[in-house]
Structure formats: C-alpha cells, structure tokens
C-alpha cells in the first residue's frame, strides 16, 4: 500500500470503509426526510403536503437498511446484539442500539402506522386473499375507524411527530458525535461535527425526497406540484445556507488556529481529497445548487427551466453529501496521527466492504420504498386511482 | 430427589455457571494480587540501539501476525532547528533493525514505541461492549472473546497501538505480557532489550526502582496535551516525537 512520509506502521492500513461513508449518509437521509415531512405536520407548511406521506415512507425504507453497513463491517457480526445486551455506558456506539430502536419503533413505525391507520382498515375490508391478510395484519387488530378515533390518531400523530423532530436530529446529531468526539483525530475531532452532520442531513432528506417525488410523478404520469416543489427548494435553500455557514465557520477556523495538525490537513486538502472535498462537495455538491436555486429565487424562471434545474441541483447536492461522508470517514484516516504521512485507500470492486456491497446498500432504500408505496399508497385517493366501495366507507364511519 | 419444581429452579444457575465453564478459567497466579499493582513503563531513549530484539520477542511471545505491530521501533533524524518536521523511519516497525541512516547532520535516536496504558484511555472509554477495559493494575486489555471487530479503540488509540487482527478479527495490541507479569516475570520486550532501555514500572511497588528515577530523571509521556493518563515514561524525549 502506498505511503507518502511516516505513518505509524499499525496505521497504514484504513479500518472503516466505505460502508462506514455509507451509513451516515443513509441515516443523514432519514433524518433529513423525516424533517422535512414534520414541516407540514407541526408547522403546517400546506404547500408541501404531497410529499408528506412520502417524505415518512423514504425515511423508513433507509432506516430499515441503515444498520446493515455497520454489520457488514464489523468484524464479529454475531456478536452485535452485545450491544443491546452489555452495552458500554461511556460509548457513543454503544447507544446507537438504542437510539435506533427509538426511531424505528417508537416514532417512525408508529407515524406511519398512525397515519395510514385509516387507509389501513379500508384496505383491509375491500381486499382479498393474501392482501387481505396483510392489511389485517397490519390494522393490529384495530379496526375503529370512526370520527372519534380518527382524531385520536391525528393528535396522537401530532405528539409523535413533535417527538421526532428531536429524535431525528438525536439520531444524526448522534452521528456527528461518534466521529466528533474522537480526539485523537483532528480531522473529525470538533463540537461542531453534530451540528454540521444534522444540516447536512437535512440538506440531503429534503434532496432525496424532492427527487423522489419528481420521479414519482413522473412514472405515474401526473403533473408535478410545482408550489410543492419551489417549497421544497426553498427549504433545500435555507438549510444549505446554514450548512454551509457551519462547515466554512469550521475550515476557517482550523486555517486561522493552524494547530499542529494543520500542515498535513492541508495538504490532504490540496492532494488527495482535493477532488471529493473541493470540486465535488465544496463546488458542485453546494455552492452551484446554493446559487442555482437562490437565483431561482430572485429571478423569474420558467416553469420547465426550474424543473431542470431542481433535479441537477438534487443530484448534486446528493452526491455532494455523499462526497461530504466520504471527506469525513475516508480523509479522517488518510494522514497518520504522527501529521508524518499519508496513506491511500484502495476500493475493492467485489469484497465484503467492496463497491459493489456499497452500490447494493445504496439501491436496497429504493427496492423498499417500492414495495411500501405499492403496499401503503402516498398519494391522495384520487391520485392513487384508489376508491374504496361506499358501502364500506360508510361502514368505516358508522363504527 | 429432583422434582420437576427443583429441577426448574437449578436451569438458571446452571446457565450461569455454563457461561464460566464456556469462557474457561483464567491462568491461576496464587501470589499476585490485582489491587497490589499499578504497572507501566519507563522507556530510555539514550539507551535504545535500534536492534528490534523488543519487537521480534514480542512478536514470538504474543504470536502478532506478521506486518501488524504491538510494539516498534521509530528512528528519527531531526536536522538543526526543523522540530516540526523531523524524518522518521520504522522499517518493517524495526523488527529487523534499521539500515544505516542516509540522513547527514543533526541528530538520530530511536523511539520504542507500544501501548501506553493509559489511566483514562481513549480506546476503552469508545469500546460499545466494554471489551477492551482497563484492568484493576492498570493494564489495558482486550478481551478478543467479547470484542466486535467494529474498530472504534484503533480509531480512538491516538498512538496508533491497535490494529485487527488479521485471523481472529477482534482489536489487538500490547498486553504488557499480562500472563507473564501476573506471574511476577517482566515482559518479553524488557526481557529481551540488551540495553535495560525499557523497564517494566510498577508504580504502587514503593520498592520498584522507577520512584527514584522519576524523582531524578526529567521524563515526559507522548502527546501529553491529549491528556490520556499515558505510563508509558520517556527519559529524554525529544520534542520533535510524534
């Protein structure tokens, strides 16, 4: 393996791969599009309610495949329930466990449930065969669809959601402190690394959703809300602005501090990581959307043109975040902590940490998502070509 | 006779005593007493010839797998006033020593370098299961039957002392040769040193020789802004020392 100067000779090889970039990035994804779908249902922003039901569903199907990098990676995978089981009080990793099981059981799970509680028990009244039973299964056993307990589901949701605001950055911030309380590398080693890893998140739920949701429309034929989605940008906006401010305030920090290892962070900045830090997350991965989509904001631009643009800047900021995890993960064990030298990574194509296992945990969400949106429709009735029978609806109300 | 009520109340026990009869017994040392001891170690900078004799008997003591260090050896040339920038070698971790030096002017010395043993240690605070843990006599150790191979402690060991382990896949580094020093031995890499550069430390032996010479000698740990408790002491530590 190439060494550039000295590195402590345990050091040359890197510990966490790039399924290490991989979880963050997904967690980063959920939390972010958990956030987004709260704006409407705390702050009761109307404008991007179609993305509601799918921001939840999004959240959910990378949150399901969020803990399989980490047990791909670990090198005794049949011991991971250990972590449940005798976890280390003073560990940061030792509560992901936790925190974990909170967001999936305890907000996620039960938003979702809450809100398609009615749809649910309709579904399983007009369905047969095996959808039938899958529908009963999951009403669990709570079939009450009336007025009453409707608006019990609602306000319940409400309380749970409010919940989930922290938890989703507790879930990211957690994160963030992982890599940020590590203080023998100074690369990761700040107080602000929660924060930025929140916004960053944010920045990339709002992005994948915004796609998504574009894309979605797209396969299905309808007409893109177009109010949803300059909202939606605007969000994108606002949250990259405070991103970005966050992840400067930190790089002009460490210029003017320029403490021991500064001289080799540079470099790694101007060598190395200069494409994945400077040309992808710095300039393509935020400035061009940052100005894109603020130029849309002062400027009038057509319809079509915006669509354009709002899918380039997605892309981009998509990668840029990905590229972000990646300057963090794989730069934060590029220079030895002797500040002496420099390794390189080298990216397996097929390996238990290879591309190709990343590329797959990468596509997994999706291959979710499908499925849920053909079992628990996002849409509004009329758009998923979903009426149920009268008789069944009045049913519904009558009990 | 054994009842079925009886039987039922024996399956709990049995399933603990199972656990310790799975984990097996430890190496049985009558005479040592864990809370009697404070170990660490003093390391002569002036006395280390570069030889790798502490790195090959840590590596036949300890069985480390070839390319992967518990120990090693650094050299380092540092020319005039370039504190911040010395130049510094560890072949093969010095295993095999060192070639002549190509460096011309300043000054060469070697660095020993290995587990410090830290009293508030990075690696074991990080640790999600507690596998990695500080002993009662201030070992820090790995117990590889509980580790998960997630490799937060190499992350966190700001010394670079920790690596995976190739076969068994759980962190490995320095043990201070616990079953020997429990054993009233000293480690392999103080055994084998030709110099007396490393010295084994016991700190609560008010008998061990390391008191006079700390209270003499002007010694230093390494990194000691990160303030991890290292005891590991250096005499005569250069300031250019990474």
């Known amino acids: 393996m190439p060494v550039d100067g000295f590195m402590y000779p345990n050091e040359i090889e890197l510990q966490w791969s790039v399924l290490i970039v991989v979880y963050p990035f997904v967690t980063g ?92 028990v309709l579904f399983s009244q007009s369905t047969t065969g095996w959808k039938r039973l899958l529908y009963r299964t999951l009403t669990l056993g709570s079939s009450n669809i009336s007025k009453g307990s409707l608006r019990v589901d609602d306000r319940v949701g409400w309380v749970v959601t409010l919940i989930g605001i922290p938890s989703a950055f507790l879930l990211h911030g957690y994160v963030g402190f992982i890599f940020g309380s590590v203080k023998a590398n100074p690369w990761w080693s700040s107080p602000l690394m929660p924060v930025v890893f929140i916004f960053s998140a944010m920045v990339s739920g709002i992005s994948i959703v915004m796609l998504i949701y574009m894309a979605a429309m797209k396969l299905r034929r309808q007409p893109i809300d177009m109010r949803c989605v300059d909202t939606i940008a605007q969000y994108l906006l606002y949250t990259f602005i405070i991103d970005f401010a966050l992840e400067m305030l930190d790089l002009i920090h460490r210029i003017y501090e320029a403490d021991e290892s500064f001289r080799s962070l540079d470099f790694m900045l101007h060598t190395q990581l200069f494409f994945s830090q400077v040309v992808l997350q710095i300039v393509l991965g935020t400035v061009i959307p940052i100005l894109t989509i603020g130029f849309i904001q002062i400027f009038d631009v057509p319809e079509k043109l915006r669509r354009i643009a709002y899918v380039v800047c997605g892309c981009l900021t998509i990668v840029g975040i990905f590229a972000m995890r990646w300057n963090v993960v794989i730069g934060g064990q590029l220079f030895s902590k002797s500040f002496l030298g420099y390794t390189t990574y080298k990216l397996d194509l097929i390996s238990r940490e290879g591309e190709l296992v990343a590329a797959a945990l990468l596509i997994l969400p999706f291959i979710i998502l499908a499925v849920l949106v053909k079992i628990l429709p996002p849409w509004t009735e009329s758009q998923a070509g979903f009426v149920p029978e009268p008789s069944v609806c009045e049913l519904g109300k009558e009990a | 006779m054994i009842t079925r009520r009886k039987l039922l109340m024996l399956l709990p026990a049995a399933a603990i005593a199972w656990e310790y009869v799975v984990a097996g017994t430890p190496e049985i040392s009558p ?197 991890t408790g290292a005891k590991v002491y250096y005499h005569d530590l250069d300031g250019s020392v990474r």
């Open chain 2, 31 to 227: 005479n040592y007493s864990r809370p009697e001891h404070w170990w660490g170690m003093l390391v002569d900078i002036d006395k280390c010839i570069g030889c790798g004799n502490c790195v090959r008997a840590c590596a036949a003591e300890n069985g480390v797998p070839e390319g992967y260090f518990r120990t090693w050896v650094e050299r380092y040339h540092v020319a005039g006033w370039q504190q911040e920038t010395p130049q510094v070698d560890s072949p093969n971790g010095g295993k095999n020593g060192f070639p002549p030096s190509k460096a011309a002017g300043g000054k060469n010395f070697f660095v020993p370098k290995m587990c410090n043993h830290c009293e508030d240690s990075p690696c074991t605070q990080v640790c999600p299961v507690g596998a990695t843990f500080r002993s009662v006599d201030g070992v820090v150790l790995v117990d590889e039957k509980y580790c998960l191979g997630c490799r937060y402690c190499i992350q966190a060991c700001p010394y670079g002392c920790r690596f995976l382990h190739p076969v068994k896949h759980t962190a490995e580094k320095c043990s201070l040769c616990y079953h020997r020093i429990t054993k009233g031995l000293t480690t392999a890499c103080c055994e084998s040193c030709p110099t007396g550069a490393r010295q084994l430390a016991d700190l609560k032996n008010p008998k061990d020789p390391i008191h006079e010479y700390l209270k003499t000698h002007s010694v230093q740990v390494l990194k000691p802004h990160l303030a």
């Open chain 1, 29 to 120: 994804l959920v939390a972010g599009a958990f956030i987004l779908a709260s704006l409407e249902r705390i702050f009761h922003v109307e404008a991007v309610k179609p993305t509601y039901r799918l921001a939840l569903l999004t959240a959910l199907s990378f949150l399901l495949v969020a803990p399989l990098p980490l047990q791909l990676h670990l090198g005794h995978p049949e011991r991971s329930l250990e972590m449940y089981l005798t976890p280390h009080k003073t560990s940061a990793m030792a509560m992901f466990g936790f925190v974990y099981l909170w967001y999936l059981m305890a907000v996620m799970l039960l938003e979702i449930w809450l809100d398609y509680r009615h749809e649910i």
